[in-house]
Nanobody
């Protein structure tokens, strides 16, 4: 059974950095676009960034442009989200998602930005 497992979340001060990882089990990771989403309490899950299957064409929500970078390593079946200059409003549970006919989600990793 294919699974997505996120890691790398934690508590960081404003202005700090974190790198999230999402490791996929199973085959065919390289044929799917991947994305990162986040959800804060009381809000719907928000799209943050996505990347095409070949690692090109990264896209970002306006609020993270210039601060977050999405990359992937198809040899390691892993997608990353480098988050710099973090702000308190970035606090959320972050999820990775496989863009397949039946989307696949990870379990999420908590990111807390607080002094």
């Amino acid at each position: 059974q294919v699974q997505l497992v996120e890691s790398g979340g934690g508590l960081v001060q404003p202005g700090g950095s974190l790198r999230l990882s999402c490791a996929a089990s199973g085959r065919d990771f390289s044929i799917y676009s991947m994305g990162w989403y986040r959800r804060t309490p009381g809000k719907q899950r928000e799209w943050v960034a996505s990347i095409a299957s070949g690692g090109d064409n990264p896209k970002y929500v306006d609020s993270v442009k210039g601060r977050f970078t999405i990359t992937r390593d198809n040899a390691k079946n892993t997608v990353y989200l480098q988050m710099n200059n973090l702000k308190p409003e970035d606090t959320a549970v972050y999820y990775c998602r496989r863009s397949s006919a039946v989307p696949l989600w990870g379990q999420g990793t908590q990111v807390t930005v607080s002094s």
